[in-house]
């Protein structure tokens, strides 16, 4: 299995790669993360509250 192979988030196959800001108060992090459709679409909507995941936030883009 590669590393694209499959969603950052769950088992779903990939559909984009997408720049991601990811952080934990003032601790951030750019990643690039491959999302499948229902992440990327739950990450967009949340917008720039950040979408929690394992007690981390997330949001599309690196600003
Ligand atoms: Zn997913």
């Known amino acids: ?3 694209l192979a ?3 988030f ?3 196959l990939p559909k984009a790669e997408v720049a ?3 952080w934990v108060d003032d ?3 750019r990643l690039t993360l ?3 459709a229902k992440h990327l679409g739950r990450i967009q909507q949340t917008g ?3 979408w ?3 007690g981390k936030l997330h949001k599309v883009g690196w600003w």
Do not use: F, K, S, V
Request: aromatic residues 4%; contains cysteine.
């Open 1 to 3: 299995m590669t590393p």
């Open 6 to 8: 499959r969603c950052e």
């Open 10 to 12: 769950c088992t779903a």
């Open 20 to 22: 991601i800001l990811r």
């Open 27 to 29: 601790d951030r992090e």
């Open 34 to 36: 491959w999302l499948c």
């Open 48 to 50: 720039t509250r950040g």
């Open 52 to 54: 929690e995941h394992r």
